[in-house]
């Protein structure tokens, strides 16, 4: 049986006396789709920022692909697949999206530093950012700057950064944060179909986004994981229901 793409073992991390993250143990298959939930302050951007070396454990183990990554700096992370979103308009505010991800896939080349030489000299990468572009329903944003775009359109942009740099492991931080409803139904659907070989990890709080596009749920309360299941066994959990969906149930 292969690894999985990303993994913890006893993660532990405190702020003085306050446990933000205690014990957590989880395993992301290849290609999952899975949703990491729970109350403001449970602990969920922590374990991000964990997994993506913005913070040091004090105890535990990361494993990416059955490969220890805990002491790897966030960029190595990167190198080797594991990659999370930023947002794009306090990165590259004046750059069109076709130079943005143009950028983004020439530093994975090693071509960054060839940049002032202008995307004519670069026709593969151009092509490749392109293509990334299309696939996430972004062709028609190719030329417009980055601050004009509709706000979903930023964040879906934000995800072809991060494709860009060929990742194994997505983590997605409230990627429908902001973007207006009838926007958010269009980003998952993108993200439910993004290629199989990637693993998805997404915090999110409607619980409509979460039910329908996760294939399995993570319900962190207090630093700790309370439980993983299915969305229905999520669901159905009396714990969950009480602590987190107010009692209301989600099919």
Not at 221 to 237: S, T
């Amino acid at each position: 049986m292969s690894a999985p793409a990303l993994a913890t073992r006893g993660l532990d991390k405190r702020f003085g006396s306050l446990l933000v993250a205690g014990d957590i143990e989880l395993a992301l298959p290849r290609g999952a789709r899975y949703a990491l939930i729970g109350p403001n302050g449970a602990g969920k951007t922590t374990l991000i920022n964990l997994m993506t070396g913005m913070l040091r454990p004090d105890a535990g183990q990361i494993l990416l692909g059955g490969e220890d990554i805990t002491a790897l700096p966030p960029q190595a992370r990167v190198k080797r697949g594991l990659v999370r979103t930023f947002q794009i308009n306090t990165l590259f505010p004046h750059l069109t999206a076709l130079e943005a991800v143009t950028l983004a896939v020439c530093e994975r080349r090693g071509q960054a530093g060839q940049w002032w030489q202008g995307l004519g000299r670069h026709r593969a990468t151009v092509e490749e950012a392109y293509e990334i572009l299309a696939s996430l329903r972004l062709s028609g944003e190719a030329h417009h700057v980055t601050r004009e775009l509709a706000y979903g359109k930023q964040r879906l942009l934000e995800i072809a950064l991060a494709l860009a740099t060929r990742p194994k492991v997505l983590l997605l931080d409230e990627p429908a944060a902001g973007v207006p409803k009838e926007e958010s139904a269009e980003l998952f659907t993108v993200i439910a179909s993004l290629s199989q070989d990637i693993a998805v990890l997404f915090i999110e709080h409607d619980m409509n986004v979460v039910f329908r596009f996760a294939s399995r749920i993570i319900v962190m309360v207090g630093g700790r994981i309370l439980l993983e299941g299915r969305p229905d066994e999520i669901a159905a959990d009396p714990r969950v229901r009480e602590v987190y969906l107010g009692g209301a149930h989600h099919g």
